[in-house]
């Protein structure tokens, strides 16, 4: 990734099939302080917010008959969107973030880090170092005897979750670490055939693109939902269907629940999977967020979807690729820092680091949804069918550490390179503007709305474009709370 403030942009709208000519439609604002770290961070989360926000306005352009509006990614915005879960506020209170044995620890021979936020997590964490309670203290003393392989090896045995720290050769010299290099930074492909898409044409204000679109939220933690909230935002209808166990962190769902609804429902019982059979019968769009495979026994695997609802957008996330030896693996964009090099980049070998931000959930969210954007307007242009897209954590964090453009993904116009110059034809030139030239802080980007947790301070999302929404229309609900129907 190049430093130019359009070279994430480009990379990213690259691979999701854009035409580079409505690359000059995008201004972004460049503002330094903004997610600072060694690695480019800010250009990275600059260019995923961009390229959602141009898939937006593309999709716009499609049902109004209009020229492709204009979009604006400032990066004070995007900084404050991408921290998120820090600013909120629930009645004034600060949100649980990481539970005390979620972090890092010495091994005999290094670091590791664990994730247990979860009770279930934390319950395969103790149970792998043969502990009976919870305590820093005791979790501490028995890491620091054991190898950071052997720790990792150990707690994902029993389904727990920890990863050894690593440097990007040794993630490089390791079988996933390979076989995530190999993967494109997102995949598109037709899974069936459909008829093109017919959507209705747009009218009124806020421009909503997706307004009309159905979409079921098989997600959980922050990447999928920061999709999903993307999607709420444009104007789709946003189902979130979980299992009635374990339930979700609160402040978790609070964060990333803005403009959707949530229901459960237990797909092993007969009248909820009837329940969720209706469901998808009408939905439009499917995002899917668990484990490569956890959902096939239900007939949720990518073709099986295609062929039960022709012509559906199915999007899938994980933390580490359907692919390889760790394809079966859970992983959260804490653990897919440490096992890339990220943390060793961003600290050292000695007493690793991590991004200001969790920038892979964030950025692979907004990624994903503007896959499905993307996947929509093909559609909606004739090029029917059904669409499947998948996103990695380890493959954006790839890119990250790439700290370039991937070789072959730079765009061009008639031969010549978009970045930062005008194309012929185009409405105007790339430019970068700078308001104040610094980011001081959250303020600007932070609001306020009622909801059924009480007054929340929440960020405002970083998606703009002209004569786009500003906001979400509705605040989040409690989780589960929302009957399992479509509006």
Not at 163 to 188: D, K
Not at 304 to 318: C, K
Not at 341 to 368: C, W
Not at 444 to 458: D, E, I, K, V
Request: charged share 20%.
């Amino acid at each position: 990734m190049t430093d130019t403030p359009m070279a994430g942009t480009r990379t990213a709208w690259a691979a999701l099939g854009g035409d580079p000519a409505l690359l000059p439609r995008v201004t972004p604002v460049v503002r330094d302080g903004a997610l600072p770290a060694k690695l480019p961070v800010r250009e990275l989360a600059r260019g995923c917010v961009g390229a959602c926000a141009l898939a937006a306005a593309e999709l716009t352009a499609a049902r109004t008959g209009q020229a492709v509006p204009g979009v604006r990614v400032d990066d004070g915005a995007v900084a404050t969107a991408f921290t998120s879960e820090r600013h909120l506020l629930v009645a004034g209170r600060a949100p649980v973030t990481f539970a005390p044995l979620s972090r890092f620890w010495r091994t005999a021979d290094g670091w590791v880090r664990t994730h247990a936020n979860y009770p279930h997590h934390q319950e395969a964490l103790l149970a792998a170092l043969g502990l009976a309670a919870p305590s820093v203290e005791t979790v501490a003393a028995r890491l620091a005897e054991r190898s950071a392989l052997d720790v990792e090896d150990a707690v994902y045995a029993v389904g727990g979750l920890a990863v050894a720290l690593r440097t990007p050769q040794e993630w490089a010299a390791h079988p996933q670490g390979a076989a995530v290099a190999r993967r494109p930074l997102l995949s598109r492909e037709r899974i069936g055939d459909a008829p093109a898409r017919a959507l209705p044409g747009l009218t009124g204000s806020p421009a909503l693109p997706a307004a009309g679109l159905r979409v079921l939220d098989l997600t959980r933690v922050i990447a999928g939902p920061v999709a999903t909230r993307t999607l709420a935002l444009l104007g789709a209808d946003v189902l979130r269907v979980d299992p009635p166990r374990p339930p979700e962190l609160p402040d978790q769902h609070t964060d990333t629940g803005f403009g959707k609804r949530s229901a459960t429902l237990d797909l092993a019982a007969r009248a909820d999977r009837r329940t969720f059979d209706e469901l998808l019968a009408r939905a439009d769009v499917v995002v899917t967020g668990y484990r490569p495979g956890a959902l096939d026994r239900f007939g949720l695997a990518a073709e099986s979807l295609a062929e039960r609802r022709p012509g559906v957008v199915v999007a899938q996330l994980s933390a580490w690729g359907g692919y390889g030896p760790w394809a079966g693996r859970r992983g959260f964009d804490s653990l897919v820092q440490v096992a890339t090099g990220i943390a060793a980049v961003e600290g050292s070998r000695e007493r690793p680091g991590a991004l200001p931000a969790q920038a892979l959930d964030h950025g692979t969210g907004y990624l994903l949804a503007a896959a499905v954007l993307r996947s929509l307007a093909e559609q909606a242009a004739g090029d029917g069918g059904a669409r499947c897209v998948r996103l990695a954590l380890a493959r954006t964090a790839g890119w990250l550490l790439e700290g370039r453009l991937p070789k072959g993904d730079s765009a061009e116009v008639d031969g010549a390179e978009v970045d930062g110059a005008e194309v012929d034809g185009a409405e105007g030139p790339i430019s970068a503007v700078a308001v104040d030239a610094s980011y001081d802080g959250p303020a600007a980007w932070l609001t306020g709305m009622a909801s059924p947790q009480g007054p929340l301070r929440y960020a405002l999302p970083p998606v703009s474009f002209a004569d786009g929404p500003v906001n979400w229309a509705r605040p989040p609900g409690r989780w589960g709370a929302d009957t399992p129907e479509w509006r």
